[in-house]
């Protein structure tokens, strides 16, 4: 079905090939990759990029504090086309007018600098960039990990809000060549199977070897030409969860008729490798062999065939529960009681967002679903349309009233079943979602507290198949009916009436709007001579995601108050966290005024004359994870660290480039560790990394350390520092990026 070659392949004419007339150095230029990034290239090397994007996108969780960061480092106007949606409009659970002061300040903000501003529930983030925004060899950067527009001809990354500020600021988002790797797309999916399978599938093929880690991956291959559009799509937005950079698909006449459909034909042109490309490593998926596919809690990549999953469910549930009991010691999770009556049934079905609320997803849900019904019991099944235009269109094809009639329940534009605001189950329920992610709390529960639910990942086609049997989770390829294929006909009127087209049309004299919430960031610090830091989280988990760093649901209701957001920093993971930072920080906020703490005194005796190293040694705190960052682009998971203190990660690998550069942003050193050595250290233990800020300026990769241990013994530890740009040292010198701007504005 699947398959991963780690090695270098040619795309020689369209054929895999071992050889070609090209060197491999040669015909690595003939990917579009490639093409597009060197396109978008200011630098003038080509293995150091520095790119300057076409667009961006971000929404209500995070444009508020990109454009604080980018006005308190100077910005003016907005200089390339900037959309700000409302798709997580309902984060605030804790009531109050916070939600809709964000708004306003999001409109104020537009018509300030020249924006693009989607109201609520007009469109989810990235609904709105294809259809609006996208376009064949361009580049957008959102401020959402899922910024994914490969199936487009658009290569898109999901980045944090610094990165963003940084395009505010004409400035560059830098990052080496990436390695490009070939998705040799042959066959044609069978009946009943839909883009959320293919894309499960190959998550579960990369993302825990790490096979495309940072790298951009290329679809190509015979089987491309058979897939429609929305199928694409939903496949290419699932790329986030392998880990890789960005994504980008050979385009063809589907393609063309896309943005012909959308209004903007001069936005397409075709996009192919050179006869000869060269791939430095290649995934095979062959289209007709892959099976309606569920993802189990606690991550897509926990992937199994629905048929297998069903042949071996009390096993694998009860692997999940043992699994959930770890995490979480107040969960008393029962999924196991999900089988019985001669099968598995779920609590819920959700078809929503970027992923699951495409128009061929939910026109072949309505048409499994016509003339049968979901059920008078607990199970309920809910449809988010991606965005209004889709609503339209499913109205006016009657699939909408199909659904209605059948039990479903037809919700506006919404992001909110993605990550935990929105259809939150009851305790130990089991939800069947066609969303993006099934990572604890994405559901909305708050397992840390006692309560407890899980999410599994499904293809709309199977979640509708489940739906007509009344929860009995069900494959889609087990019913018999006929799907039919409806022409897409794109209407924009609604954002003609509703959408504020600003870009280009700054007006200085529009005051911000903000409300009680929307705060300022805290004064933030230059990096001292030294560094010492007390570990205030150990986390041996294989992975640990940006949702567990900063959880998302009702928390975000305070994104545009760092400092209220930053008291759930690792709640649900690390309850003791917040508390053990303020704690060190309080010491350092001490420190910086002359008066130095017995504990941190004591620390620093066990490596030198305290006395003296006081005034030249930062203290703050540190988390260690073995492999962090994997997830949301959201910057809160560094800021929040930041805000209380936080002046290092230390770990073996960052899971992503995007939560590596959010730390590096904050003025969090990204430490590694090689991976033979062995971390067993706990809370309470510090770090001290003597004459840190020499070994930045220098550049050196290298740095020593000790560990003091609470028992007063003292250990070697050789902490790394890797590949770093001359940007980024600045920025880590000078304590954060919008201390780095300062600094230049003042120059």
């Not at 910024?147 to 505010?168: D, F, I, N």
């Not at 990436?178 to 009943?192: C, D, I, N, R």
């Not at 506006?412 to 935990?420: D, E, L, Y």
């Amino acid at each position: 079905m699947i398959q991963c070659f780690d090695k270098g392949v040619f795309l020689n004419k369209g054929q895999l090939s071992a050889t070609a007339a090209l060197s491999a150095e040669q015909a690595r230029e003939n990917t579009m990759a490639w093409q597009i990034l060197q396109a978008h290239n200011i630098s003038g090397d080509p293995e150091r990029l520095q790119v300057r994007f076409d667009a961006m996108v971000s929404h209500d969780i995070t444009y508020v504090g990109i454009i604080q960061q980018a006005k308190a480092s100077g910005m003016k106007e907005f200089p390339l086309p900037y959309a700000l949606t409302n798709c997580h409009n309902s984060l605030c659970a804790v009531g109050g007018t916070i939600n809709e002061d964000d708004h306003m300040f999001g409109l104020s903000a537009a018509k300030r600098y020249g924006g693009i501003y989607v109201p609520a529930n007009q469109s989810v983030i990235h609904s709105y960039a294809r259809e609006e925004l996208a376009g064949c060899g361009k580049m957008i950067l959102g401020s959402d990990s899922h910024t994914r527009y490969g199936a487009l001809g658009t290569m898109a990354v999901g980045e944090g809000g610094p990165e963003l500020a940084k395009q505010l600021l004409r400035n560059t988002w830098d990052v080496p060549m990436p390695k490009v790797v070939l998705v040799y797309l042959t066959g044609k999916p069978k009946k009943g199977v839909g883009p959320h399978d293919v894309a499960i599938a190959l998550v579960k093929a990369t993302f825990e070897t790490g096979f495309v880690n940072n790298c951009v991956l290329e679809f190509c291959g015979p089987g491309i030409k058979d897939l429609p559009i929305d199928y694409r799509n939903g496949i290419d937005v699932m790329t986030t969860e392998t880990t890789c950079l960005s994504s980008i698909w050979e385009t063809d006449e589907v393609t063309e008729g896309f943005f012909r459909t959308h209004g903007r034909p001069e936005d397409y042109k075709p996009l192919h490798p050179g006869e000869v490309a060269w791939y430095d490593k290649y995934i095979t998926i062959e289209l007709d062999k892959v099976e309606p596919m569920i993802a189990l809690p606690f991550h897509p990549s926990n992937a199994y065939t629905i048929k297998e999953f069903l042949a071996n469910a009390e096993e694998s549930l009860k692997s999940v529960e043992a699994d959930a009991r770890r995490r979480f010691p107040k969960a008393d999770p029962h999924l196991t009681d999900k089988i019985h009556d001669g099968g598995v049934w779920a609590d819920q079905g959700v078809i929503a967002g970027c992923a699951g609320g495409l128009f061929d997803n939910i026109a072949e849900a309505a048409d499994i679903l016509r003339g049968k019904f979901t059920g008078s019991g607990a199970f309920s099944f809910d449809v988010y349309p991606t965005s209004v235009p889709v609503s339209l269109e499913l109205m006016k094809l009657g699939a909408t009233a199909d659904l209605l009639e059948s039990g479903a329940i037809i919700k506006p534009s919404f992001c909110g079943p993605c990550f935990g605001a929105g259809d939150v189950p009851a305790n130990n329920g089991l939800s069947l979602r066609h969303t993006t992610r099934n990572f604890p709390n994405r559901e909305g529960s708050k397992p840390g507290e006692g309560q407890f639910a899980g999410v599994c990942l499904m293809d709309a086609r199977s979640i509708a198949a489940t739906a007509a049997n009344g929860g009995r989770i069900t494959p889609a390829t087990d019913l018999d009916y006929t799907p039919v294929h409806h022409e897409y006909h794109f209407d924009d009127t609604v954002y003609k009436n509703r959408v504020y087209y600003g870009f280009g049309k700054a007006d200085p004299s529009v005051e911000l709007q903000m409300g009680p919430n929307i705060t300022d960031w805290p004064k933030m610090y230059q990096l001292s001579e030294n560094l010492l830091v007390e570990l205030a989280a150990v986390i041996h988990d294989p992975v640990t995601t940006t949702d567990e760093l900063i959880p998302s649901g009702e928390t975000s209701s305070y994104r545009s108050n760092p400092l209220r957001l930053a008291e759930f920093t690792l709640s649900r993971r690390v309850p003791e966290y917040v508390e053990r930072s303020k704690a060190v920080a309080q010491q350092e906020k001490a420190r910086r005024k002359g008066a130095v703490s017995d504990r941190l005194r004591q620390v620093l005796s066990r490596v030198g004359d305290a006395d003296q190293l006081a005034g030249s040694t930062q203290f703050g705190s540190a988390v260690f994870a073995n492999k962090p960052g994997d997830g949301s682009a959201r910057e809160q998971a560094a800021s929040c660290q930041k805000v209380l203190g936080g002046f290092a990660n230390i770990c073996y690998q960052f899971a992503t480039k995007r939560y590596r550069s959010n730390c590096i942003n904050w003025g969090i050193l990204p430490f590694t560790l090689d991976e033979d050595t062995p971390f067993d250290y706990e809370s309470g233990d510090c770090v001290f990394v003597p004459h840190i800020r020499q070994a930045v300026e220098q550049g050196r990769e290298d740095i020593p350390a000790k560990v003091i241990c609470q028992d007063g013994s003292v250990h070697d530890l050789l902490l790394h520092v890797k590949g770093l740009t001359a940007d980024e040292k600045e920025i880590l010198l000078r304590g954060c990026l919008m201390n780095y701007y300062a600094a230049r504005n003042k120059e």
